[in-house]
């Protein structure tokens, strides 16, 4: 009996020692570093062409602002991050102008692709909160890097110093453990054609504007590989805090007729993306509103979303299920 006693003894100083080391060797290290993956160079591209440009500013603006506008100047030069979980500590979106000192001016179109697509910076340190596009095209890619080298306002030079990152302790035990780099996936990747629009549809979900990185059950669960293997696919759920500091659930989207939007027509989900004008009133930050999006692309993501698996969820908003609002 004694000799159990003092083997589980040994066992637990063990456990102990194993998580205070792991503990410190966190603390010590912050946040990862990671080899700078080789993206394949998209073509050089000085200017873009009014198409490349006009399709990179909608998704920079529906893609990028949200968390990188800064509202003093309106430019891309960063802001802090008030909407995320605060026991993640004082986080900032980064300064990604033009600027030389402060912006993105040094970094390569390799580099920016290379954190667009698997979140490791062209330091080799992990970069936390932004999300992975790793299914975004060839073509997208390049229609973003030719907006942020472009002579549209928001991206031109602008000396606001991004503060340093002050992870807590425990966004640094994410960053070992749940929160990683995404893997590069070979290439070539096409944008598809608009029709048929189910293909369409589900590229835009998954690639083009990471719908289900927000609306599936939670950040931590998402499969940015597979998106189509996230938790709650497209159910809603993920928490957020709205502009007033009010946390808020993002929305059910799949096509079930109570809690999601199977009763929907194409102009009312329409309405909802493009004005931010839901049936049930106005959609709250950080839902954006994606002011540009074409026909086509509507149309795309109505089919799509009303053929994925339908979810039961009601999400808690104002204190009403959702098919209550
Ligand atoms: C949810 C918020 C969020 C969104 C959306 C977002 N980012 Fe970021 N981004 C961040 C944060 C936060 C960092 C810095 C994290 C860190 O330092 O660990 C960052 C880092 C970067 C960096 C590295 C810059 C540097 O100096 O480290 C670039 C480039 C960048 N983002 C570009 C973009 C572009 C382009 C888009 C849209 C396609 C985008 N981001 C979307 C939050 C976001
Ligand atoms: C940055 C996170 C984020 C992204 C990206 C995002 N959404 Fe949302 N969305 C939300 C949140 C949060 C809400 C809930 C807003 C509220 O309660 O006012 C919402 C609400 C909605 C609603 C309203 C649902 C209702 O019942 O009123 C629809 C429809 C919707 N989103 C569709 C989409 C589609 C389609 C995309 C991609 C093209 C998308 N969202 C991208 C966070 C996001």
Same mark, same amino acid.
């Given at each position: ?144 890097? +030719?907006? @942020? ?6 991206? /031109?030079?602008?000396?606001? $110093? &991004?503060?340093?990152?002050? #992870?807590? !302790? ?96 194409? +102009?009312? @989900? ?6 931010? /004008?839901?049936?049930?009133? $106005? &959609?709250?930050?950080?839902? #954006?509103? !994606? ?35």
């Amino acid at each position: 009996m004694k000799r159990i006693l003092r083997t589980l003894g040994l066992l637990l100083g063990l456990a102990v020692v194993a998580v205070v080391g792991f503990g410190l060797f966190v603390a010590v290290r912050g946040i990862p570093h990671y080899d700078v993956p080789a993206v394949a160079a998209p073509p050089a591209m000085p200017t873009g062409t009014p198409a490349q440009l006009a399709l990179g500013g909608s998704m920079v603006r529906a893609n990028c602002a949200a968390c990188h506008r800064n509202p003093k100047t309106n430019r891309l030069s960063g802001a802090p991050l008030t909407d995320v979980f605060p026991g993640l500590g004082h986080l900032y979106s980064p300064n990604i102008t033009q600027d030389t000192a402060h912006g993105i001016a040094a970094w390569t179109d390799n580099e920016l692709a290379a954190v667009l697509r698997t979140g490791i910076g062209r330091d080799g340190r992990y970069r936390v909160i932004m999300p992975h596009f790793v299914h975004l095209s060839d073509a997208d890619l390049q229609a973003v890097l +030719a907006f @942020l080298h472009s002579a549209d306002p928001s991206v /031109q030079a602008d000396a606001t $110093p &991004t503060p340093a990152q002050a #992870p807590s !302790f425990l966004l640094k035990i994410l960053t070992h453990t749940v929160m990683k780099p995404s893997p590069l996936r070979p290439g070539p990747r096409p944008t598809p054609a608009p029709t048929p629009a189910l293909a369409y549809g589900q590229y835009l979900v998954t690639g083009r504007y990471v719908c289900f990185q927000c609306h599936s059950q939670s950040h931590e669960t998402n499969q940015e590989l597979h998106p189509e293997q996230s938790a709650g696919y497209l159910g809603g759920g993920t928490a957020f805090h709205d502009r007033q500091g009010r946390l808020i659930h993002s929305a059910n989207i799949t096509g079930d007729q109570d809690t999601g939007i199977g009763d929907w027509t194409p +102009a009312q @989900l329409a309405a909802t993306l493009r004005f931010g /004008q839901s049936p049930h009133g $106005p &959609t709250r930050s950080p839902m #954006p509103v !994606f002011s540009a999006m074409t026909d086509e692309e509507v149309q795309g993501i109505y089919a799509y979303l009303q053929s994925v698996p339908k979810i039961k969820n009601a999400i808690p908003k104002d204190g009403q299920p959702v098919a209550a609002r």
